[in-house]
Protein backbone atom coordinates (compact mmCIF):
# COMPACT_ATOMS: atom_id res chain seq x y z
CA UNK A 1 0.00 0.00 0.00
CA UNK A 2 1.27 3.17 -0.88
CA UNK A 3 0.08 6.89 0.02
CA UNK A 4 1.17 10.21 -1.16
CA UNK A 5 -0.57 13.88 0.01
CA UNK A 6 -0.93 16.75 -2.41
CA UNK A 7 -1.99 20.24 -1.51
CA UNK A 8 -4.30 21.37 -4.18
CA UNK A 9 -5.44 24.87 -3.68
CA UNK A 10 -6.96 24.91 -0.06
CA UNK A 11 -8.13 21.27 -0.06
CA UNK A 12 -5.78 18.33 0.62
CA UNK A 13 -5.54 15.36 -2.27
CA UNK A 14 -4.97 11.66 -0.35
CA UNK A 15 -4.10 9.04 -2.79
CA UNK A 16 -3.61 5.60 -1.72
CA UNK A 17 -2.65 2.89 -3.82
CA UNK A 18 -3.99 -0.90 -2.87
CA UNK A 19 -4.12 -3.65 -5.07
CA UNK A 20 -6.49 -5.53 -3.02
CA UNK A 21 -9.74 -4.14 -4.20
CA UNK A 22 -11.56 -4.43 -7.57
CA UNK A 23 -13.32 -1.33 -6.77
CA UNK A 24 -12.30 2.40 -6.26
CA UNK A 25 -13.22 4.73 -3.35
CA UNK A 26 -13.43 8.17 -3.23
CA UNK A 27 -14.54 10.16 0.11
CA UNK A 28 -14.96 14.06 -0.23
CA UNK A 29 -14.83 15.68 3.19
CA UNK A 30 -16.31 19.04 4.45
CA UNK A 31 -15.73 19.99 7.74
CA UNK A 32 -16.51 23.47 9.84
CA UNK A 33 -17.31 24.50 13.38
CA UNK A 34 -20.43 22.85 14.72
CA UNK A 35 -23.43 24.96 15.96
CA UNK A 36 -26.72 23.50 17.34
CA UNK A 37 -28.73 25.79 15.04
CA UNK A 38 -27.31 24.83 11.61
CA UNK A 39 -27.41 20.58 11.94
CA UNK A 40 -30.60 20.32 10.80
CA UNK A 41 -30.13 22.51 7.50
CA UNK A 42 -27.08 20.97 7.42
CA UNK A 43 -28.00 17.13 7.23
CA UNK A 44 -30.93 18.35 5.04
CA UNK A 45 -28.34 20.26 2.38
CA UNK A 46 -26.65 16.59 2.19
CA UNK A 47 -29.73 14.60 1.78
CA UNK A 48 -31.04 16.92 -1.18
CA UNK A 49 -27.66 16.96 -2.87
CA UNK A 50 -27.61 12.72 -3.67
CA UNK A 51 -31.54 12.84 -4.06
CA UNK A 52 -31.08 15.13 -7.25
CA UNK A 53 -29.10 17.59 -9.35
CA UNK A 54 -29.31 19.91 -12.32
CA UNK A 55 -28.60 17.02 -14.60
CA UNK A 56 -30.57 14.39 -13.43
CA UNK A 57 -33.41 15.76 -11.71
CA UNK A 58 -34.95 12.79 -9.64
CA UNK A 59 -34.34 10.15 -7.42
CA UNK A 60 -34.58 7.87 -10.30
CA UNK A 61 -32.81 9.50 -13.04
CA UNK A 62 -29.96 9.60 -9.82
CA UNK A 63 -30.28 5.36 -9.70
CA UNK A 64 -30.42 5.34 -13.71
CA UNK A 65 -26.81 7.15 -13.39
CA UNK A 66 -25.73 4.64 -11.15
CA UNK A 67 -26.74 1.75 -13.38
CA UNK A 68 -25.22 3.29 -16.26
CA UNK A 69 -21.58 3.68 -14.22
CA UNK A 70 -22.26 -0.63 -13.67
CA UNK A 71 -24.17 0.04 -10.78
CA UNK A 72 -21.79 2.85 -8.73
CA UNK A 73 -22.80 3.43 -5.48
CA UNK A 74 -23.19 7.64 -4.31
CA UNK A 75 -24.22 8.15 -0.63
CA UNK A 76 -23.64 11.26 2.12
CA UNK A 77 -23.16 10.94 5.67
CA UNK A 78 -23.20 13.49 8.69
CA UNK A 79 -21.23 13.15 11.82
CA UNK A 80 -19.80 15.01 14.74
CA UNK A 81 -16.08 15.03 15.23
CA UNK A 82 -15.79 16.76 18.30
CA UNK A 83 -15.93 20.51 18.09
CA UNK A 84 -16.73 20.00 14.21
CA UNK A 85 -19.30 18.95 12.01
CA UNK A 86 -18.00 16.53 9.62
CA UNK A 87 -19.42 15.70 5.68
CA UNK A 88 -18.82 12.65 3.54
CA UNK A 89 -19.83 12.18 0.27
CA UNK A 90 -18.68 8.48 -0.70
CA UNK A 91 -18.51 6.91 -4.30
CA UNK A 92 -17.69 3.72 -4.60
CA UNK A 93 -17.10 2.20 -8.48
CA UNK A 94 -15.11 -0.69 -9.87
CA UNK A 95 -11.81 -0.47 -11.60
CA UNK A 96 -12.08 0.43 -15.29
CA UNK A 97 -10.33 -3.09 -15.58
CA UNK A 98 -13.76 -4.65 -15.02
CA UNK A 99 -16.01 -2.23 -16.84
CA UNK A 100 -14.84 0.09 -19.57
CA UNK A 101 -11.82 2.45 -19.89
CA UNK A 102 -13.32 5.59 -19.19
CA UNK A 103 -15.43 4.78 -16.63
CA UNK A 104 -14.03 6.02 -13.41
CA UNK A 105 -13.51 9.86 -15.09
CA UNK A 106 -17.34 9.43 -15.93
CA UNK A 107 -18.19 8.21 -12.23
CA UNK A 108 -15.79 10.89 -10.59
CA UNK A 109 -18.12 14.04 -12.90
CA UNK A 110 -20.75 11.89 -11.82
CA UNK A 111 -19.90 12.94 -7.74
CA UNK A 112 -18.41 16.26 -8.42
CA UNK A 113 -21.89 17.12 -10.34
CA UNK A 114 -23.84 16.03 -7.37
CA UNK A 115 -21.38 18.33 -5.01
CA UNK A 116 -21.37 21.41 -7.10
CA UNK A 117 -24.23 21.39 -9.67
CA UNK A 118 -27.12 21.37 -7.83
CA UNK A 119 -30.79 20.99 -8.46
CA UNK A 120 -31.48 24.96 -8.32
CA UNK A 121 -33.97 27.05 -10.10
CA UNK A 122 -34.35 30.55 -10.10
CA UNK A 123 -31.63 31.05 -6.91
CA UNK A 124 -33.80 27.89 -5.18
CA UNK A 125 -33.85 24.55 -4.27
CA UNK A 126 -36.21 22.05 -6.88
CA UNK A 127 -39.49 22.59 -5.13
CA UNK A 128 -40.65 18.60 -5.93
CA UNK A 129 -37.48 16.70 -4.72
CA UNK A 130 -37.33 19.43 -1.63
CA UNK A 131 -41.06 18.48 -0.44
CA UNK A 132 -39.72 14.37 -0.48
CA UNK A 133 -36.69 14.95 1.85
CA UNK A 134 -38.71 17.72 4.11
CA UNK A 135 -41.32 14.84 4.30
CA UNK A 136 -38.92 12.16 5.02
CA UNK A 137 -37.26 14.42 7.55
CA UNK A 138 -40.01 15.35 9.32
CA UNK A 139 -41.24 11.76 9.67
CA UNK A 140 -37.57 10.71 10.65
CA UNK A 141 -37.43 13.63 13.56
CA UNK A 142 -41.12 13.04 14.56
CA UNK A 143 -40.23 9.36 15.47
CA UNK A 144 -36.59 9.48 17.56
CA UNK A 145 -38.60 8.49 20.12
CA UNK A 146 -39.70 5.37 19.08
CA UNK A 147 -36.33 3.66 18.88
CA UNK A 148 -35.51 3.88 23.31
CA UNK A 149 -32.01 2.91 22.81
CA UNK A 150 -31.31 6.17 20.91
CA UNK A 151 -33.53 7.79 22.33
CA UNK A 152 -32.16 7.52 25.70
CA UNK A 153 -28.43 8.28 24.27
CA UNK A 154 -30.07 11.42 23.11
CA UNK A 155 -31.40 12.65 26.46
CA UNK A 156 -28.41 11.30 28.42
CA UNK A 157 -26.35 13.48 26.59
CA UNK A 158 -28.22 16.74 26.73
CA UNK A 159 -28.27 16.52 30.42
CA UNK A 160 -24.58 16.81 30.70
CA UNK A 161 -24.06 20.56 29.31
CA UNK A 162 -25.02 22.91 26.85
CA UNK A 163 -21.59 21.72 24.67
CA UNK A 164 -21.39 20.13 21.19
CA UNK A 165 -21.59 16.32 23.09
CA UNK A 166 -25.06 17.05 24.06
CA UNK A 167 -26.04 18.71 20.68
CA UNK A 168 -28.55 16.42 18.98
CA UNK A 169 -26.88 14.86 15.66
CA UNK A 170 -30.20 13.61 13.90
CA UNK A 171 -31.35 17.58 14.32
CA UNK A 172 -34.30 19.38 15.65
CA UNK A 173 -38.15 19.37 14.50
CA UNK A 174 -38.33 23.31 15.09
CA UNK A 175 -35.67 24.12 13.42
CA UNK A 176 -36.90 21.90 10.32
CA UNK A 177 -39.64 23.54 10.15
CA UNK A 178 -37.93 26.92 9.67
CA UNK A 179 -36.04 25.86 6.40
CA UNK A 180 -37.35 26.52 2.80
CA UNK A 181 -35.66 26.45 -0.61
CA UNK A 182 -34.09 29.55 -0.63
CA UNK A 183 -33.06 29.94 2.77
CA UNK A 184 -31.45 26.19 1.70
CA UNK A 185 -29.74 27.48 -1.86
CA UNK A 186 -28.39 30.35 0.55
CA UNK A 187 -26.81 27.93 3.35
CA UNK A 188 -25.52 25.26 -0.09
CA UNK A 189 -23.72 28.35 -1.07
CA UNK A 190 -22.11 29.10 2.34
CA UNK A 191 -21.48 25.16 2.77
CA UNK A 192 -19.30 25.41 -0.53
CA UNK A 193 -17.35 28.85 0.28
CA UNK A 194 -16.65 28.43 3.92
CA UNK A 195 -15.84 24.37 4.53
CA UNK A 196 -12.57 22.94 4.82
CA UNK A 197 -11.96 20.00 1.82
CA UNK A 198 -9.99 16.90 1.93
CA UNK A 199 -10.79 14.29 -0.86
CA UNK A 200 -9.39 10.87 -0.56
CA UNK A 201 -8.47 8.17 -3.38
CA UNK A 202 -8.15 4.55 -2.87
CA UNK A 203 -7.22 1.35 -5.03
CA UNK A 204 -5.57 0.08 -7.77
CA UNK A 205 -4.82 3.46 -8.84
CA UNK A 206 -2.39 5.74 -10.77
CA UNK A 207 -1.13 8.38 -9.09
CA UNK A 208 -0.44 10.94 -11.96
CA UNK A 209 -4.12 10.19 -13.67
CA UNK A 210 -6.13 10.60 -10.38
CA UNK A 211 -4.26 13.57 -9.88
CA UNK A 212 -5.21 15.21 -12.99
CA UNK A 213 -9.02 13.86 -13.16
CA UNK A 214 -9.48 15.47 -9.25
CA UNK A 215 -7.85 18.99 -10.43
CA UNK A 216 -10.44 18.74 -13.38
CA UNK A 217 -13.80 17.92 -11.38
CA UNK A 218 -12.79 19.88 -8.11
CA UNK A 219 -11.96 23.41 -8.07
CA UNK A 220 -10.97 24.96 -5.07
CA UNK A 221 -13.60 26.89 -3.45
CA UNK A 222 -12.16 28.74 -0.35
CA UNK A 223 -8.87 30.15 -0.31
CA UNK A 224 -7.89 29.75 3.65
CA UNK A 225 -8.18 27.28 5.79
CA UNK A 226 -9.77 26.97 9.23
CA UNK A 227 -7.58 26.42 12.58
CA UNK A 228 -9.28 25.05 15.45
CA UNK A 229 -9.25 22.42 18.44
CA UNK A 230 -11.86 19.15 17.93
CA UNK A 231 -10.90 17.69 21.15
CA UNK A 232 -13.72 19.38 23.39
CA UNK A 233 -12.17 20.44 26.91
CA UNK A 234 -12.54 17.36 29.35
CA UNK A 235 -14.14 18.37 32.89
CA UNK A 236 -14.44 16.85 36.08
CA UNK A 237 -17.59 14.63 37.41
CA UNK A 238 -19.52 16.71 39.87
CA UNK A 239 -18.50 14.63 43.16
CA UNK A 240 -21.80 13.72 43.45
CA UNK A 241 -23.81 11.98 40.08
CA UNK A 242 -26.26 13.53 38.65
CA UNK A 243 -29.47 11.01 38.09
CA UNK A 244 -32.64 11.81 35.38
CA UNK A 245 -35.31 9.57 34.65
CA UNK A 246 -38.35 9.67 32.29
CA UNK A 247 -40.79 7.53 31.71
CA UNK A 248 -41.30 5.85 28.12
CA UNK A 249 -44.05 2.96 27.28
CA UNK A 250 -41.34 0.66 25.53
CA UNK A 251 -41.37 -3.22 27.38
CA UNK A 252 -37.63 -2.24 28.94
CA UNK A 253 -35.82 0.31 30.48
CA UNK A 254 -33.24 1.77 29.07
CA UNK A 255 -30.13 3.10 31.24
CA UNK A 256 -27.24 4.96 29.80
CA UNK A 257 -24.79 6.18 32.28
CA UNK A 258 -22.59 9.22 31.05
CA UNK A 259 -18.52 9.29 32.55
CA UNK A 260 -16.27 12.01 32.49
CA UNK A 261 -12.40 11.42 31.41
CA UNK A 262 -10.20 13.90 32.70
CA UNK A 263 -6.24 14.73 32.39
CA UNK A 264 -5.69 12.23 29.73
CA UNK A 265 -2.62 12.76 28.16
CA UNK A 266 -2.86 12.40 24.24
CA UNK A 267 -1.05 8.68 24.77
CA UNK A 268 -3.73 7.44 27.16
CA UNK A 269 -6.81 8.94 25.33
CA UNK A 270 -5.94 6.61 22.19
CA UNK A 271 -4.12 3.43 23.89
CA UNK A 272 -4.78 2.71 27.65
CA UNK A 273 -8.17 3.82 27.75
CA UNK A 274 -8.74 1.56 24.39
CA UNK A 275 -7.60 -1.52 26.77
CA UNK A 276 -9.82 0.28 29.24
CA UNK A 277 -13.17 0.02 27.67
CA UNK A 278 -12.61 -3.29 25.96
CA UNK A 279 -11.97 -5.29 29.11
CA UNK A 280 -14.86 -3.01 31.33
CA UNK A 281 -17.43 -3.17 28.51
CA UNK A 282 -16.34 -4.14 25.14
CA UNK A 283 -17.52 -7.53 24.66
CA UNK A 284 -18.94 -10.72 26.24
CA UNK A 285 -15.38 -11.03 28.14
CA UNK A 286 -15.64 -8.07 29.67
CA UNK A 287 -16.11 -7.32 33.63
CA UNK A 288 -19.77 -5.64 32.74
CA UNK A 289 -21.26 -8.51 31.01
CA UNK A 290 -19.73 -10.98 33.09
CA UNK A 291 -20.60 -9.46 36.30
CA UNK A 292 -23.93 -7.27 35.55
CA UNK A 293 -25.66 -9.77 33.13
CA UNK A 294 -24.29 -13.32 33.55
CA UNK A 295 -23.59 -13.47 37.37
CA UNK A 296 -26.53 -11.16 38.07
CA UNK A 297 -28.88 -11.58 35.54
CA UNK A 298 -29.65 -7.63 35.85
CA UNK A 299 -29.52 -6.83 32.46
CA UNK A 300 -30.88 -7.88 28.98
CA UNK A 301 -27.58 -6.35 27.26
CA UNK A 302 -25.13 -3.88 28.41
CA UNK A 303 -21.01 -2.73 26.90
CA UNK A 304 -19.37 0.48 27.32
CA UNK A 305 -17.86 2.83 24.40
CA UNK A 306 -15.46 6.06 24.57
CA UNK A 307 -16.11 9.15 22.58
CA UNK A 308 -12.36 10.03 22.87
CA UNK A 309 -12.84 13.55 20.76
CA UNK A 310 -15.19 14.37 23.67
CA UNK A 311 -13.69 12.91 26.63
CA UNK A 312 -16.56 11.05 27.49
CA UNK A 313 -17.46 7.30 28.27
CA UNK A 314 -20.94 5.64 27.49
CA UNK A 315 -22.29 2.53 29.41
CA UNK A 316 -25.60 1.37 27.68
CA UNK A 317 -28.05 -1.27 29.49
CA UNK A 318 -31.42 -2.88 28.95
CA UNK A 319 -33.16 -3.47 32.27
CA UNK A 320 -36.19 -4.18 33.72
CA UNK A 321 -37.12 -0.63 36.17
CA UNK A 322 -37.00 -2.62 39.63
CA UNK A 323 -33.03 -3.33 38.73
CA UNK A 324 -32.49 0.16 38.37
CA UNK A 325 -30.84 0.99 41.76
CA UNK A 326 -28.66 -2.47 42.09
CA UNK A 327 -27.45 -2.47 38.29
CA UNK A 328 -26.16 0.82 38.98
CA UNK A 329 -24.56 0.21 42.20
CA UNK A 330 -22.99 -2.75 40.73
CA UNK A 331 -21.65 -0.56 37.35
CA UNK A 332 -20.26 1.87 40.17
CA UNK A 333 -18.68 -1.22 41.90
CA UNK A 334 -17.06 -2.74 38.30
CA UNK A 335 -15.56 1.12 37.85
CA UNK A 336 -13.79 0.63 41.38
CA UNK A 337 -13.04 -2.35 40.89
CA UNK A 338 -10.76 -1.32 37.83
CA UNK A 339 -8.95 2.10 39.39
CA UNK A 340 -7.89 -0.59 41.68
CA UNK A 341 -6.31 -2.58 39.48
CA UNK A 342 -8.92 -6.02 40.01
CA UNK A 343 -8.19 -7.49 36.37
CA UNK A 344 -5.71 -10.03 35.23
CA UNK A 345 -3.04 -10.03 32.66
CA UNK A 346 -4.88 -12.16 30.72
CA UNK A 347 -7.94 -9.90 30.66
CA UNK A 348 -5.19 -7.24 29.48
CA UNK A 349 -3.74 -10.04 26.68
CA UNK A 350 -6.99 -10.55 25.59
CA UNK A 351 -8.06 -7.12 25.07
CA UNK A 352 -4.59 -6.28 22.91
CA UNK A 353 -5.86 -9.18 20.92
CA UNK A 354 -9.23 -8.01 20.17
CA UNK A 355 -7.57 -4.54 19.23
CA UNK A 356 -5.09 -6.27 16.64
CA UNK A 357 -8.32 -8.32 15.47
CA UNK A 358 -9.60 -4.83 14.71
CA UNK A 359 -6.44 -3.29 13.10
CA UNK A 360 -6.38 -6.67 10.90
CA UNK A 361 -9.91 -5.54 9.61
CA UNK A 362 -8.86 -2.02 8.96
CA UNK A 363 -7.17 -3.35 6.10
CA UNK A 364 -9.78 -5.26 4.42
CA UNK A 365 -11.90 -2.74 4.13
CA UNK A 366 -11.10 0.61 1.65
CA UNK A 367 -13.66 2.86 3.69
CA UNK A 368 -11.84 2.04 7.13
CA UNK A 369 -8.32 2.71 5.72
CA UNK A 370 -9.40 5.94 4.61
CA UNK A 371 -11.13 6.67 7.92
CA UNK A 372 -7.47 5.81 9.31
CA UNK A 373 -5.48 8.28 7.18
CA UNK A 374 -8.10 10.94 7.79
CA UNK A 375 -7.95 11.16 11.61
CA UNK A 376 -4.01 11.34 11.28
CA UNK A 377 -4.79 14.05 9.44
CA UNK A 378 -6.80 16.20 11.28
CA UNK A 379 -6.28 14.46 14.83
CA UNK A 380 -2.06 13.53 13.91
CA UNK A 381 -2.69 10.19 15.46
CA UNK A 382 -0.10 7.39 14.54
CA UNK A 383 -0.42 5.40 11.77
CA UNK A 384 -1.90 1.83 11.80
CA UNK A 385 1.71 -0.50 11.82
CA UNK A 386 2.46 2.28 14.91
CA UNK A 387 -0.99 1.64 17.04
CA UNK A 388 -0.70 -2.15 16.39
CA UNK A 389 3.22 -2.10 17.86
CA UNK A 390 2.26 0.84 20.81
CA UNK A 391 -1.30 -1.39 21.79
CA UNK A 392 1.12 -4.27 22.96
CA UNK A 393 3.67 -2.49 25.13
CA UNK A 394 0.68 -0.84 27.14
CA UNK A 395 1.01 -2.30 30.50
CA UNK A 396 -1.50 -3.03 33.58
CA UNK A 397 -0.16 0.47 35.65
CA UNK A 398 -1.24 2.32 32.71
CA UNK A 399 -4.61 1.08 32.37
CA UNK A 400 -4.92 1.21 36.29
CA UNK A 401 -4.27 4.80 35.81
CA UNK A 402 -6.66 5.85 33.11
CA UNK A 403 -9.28 4.13 35.30
CA UNK A 404 -8.86 6.56 38.07
CA UNK A 405 -9.00 9.72 35.39
CA UNK A 406 -12.97 7.97 34.76
CA UNK A 407 -15.86 9.17 36.88
CA UNK A 408 -19.40 8.63 36.31
CA UNK A 409 -21.20 12.43 35.59
CA UNK A 410 -24.87 11.07 34.69
CA UNK A 411 -27.25 8.85 35.03
CA UNK A 412 -30.43 8.34 32.77
CA UNK A 413 -33.24 6.23 32.61
CA UNK A 414 -35.87 5.82 29.93
CA UNK A 415 -38.49 4.03 32.78
CA UNK A 416 -40.25 1.14 30.26
CA UNK A 417 -42.43 -1.93 31.44
CA UNK A 418 -41.22 -3.04 35.20
CA UNK A 419 -42.37 -6.83 35.52
CA UNK A 420 -40.24 -8.26 31.84
CA UNK A 421 -38.46 -11.77 32.35
CA UNK A 422 -35.21 -11.68 31.20
CA UNK A 423 -33.23 -13.50 28.24
Not at 2 to 9: D, R
Amino acid sequence: MEYIKKKLGTYNLHLIKNTNFKSVMVKVYFREPIKKEKITIHNFLTTMLTFSSKKYKSKREMVLKTQELYSCSISSSDTRLGNYLNTCFKLLVLKDKYTEEGNFEKAIEFLSDIIYNPNIENNKFDEKSFNIIMNQACLALSSIKEDAQTYSTIRLLENLDDSPISYRSFGYLEDLKNINTENLYEYYKDFIKNNDIDIFVIGDIDFEQTDVLIRKYFKAKRFKKMKGDFLIPARKAPLRKKIVTEENDSTQSKLAIACRSYNLTDYERNYPLTLYNIILGGGVDSKLFKEVREKNSLCYYISSTVNKLDNIMLIRAGISSEDFKKTVKLIEKELTSMAKGDFTTDDLEKAKELYQTAIDEIEESESEIIESYYMIELLGVDDIETKAKKMKEVTKKEVINVAKKIKIDTVYLLEGGKSNAKD
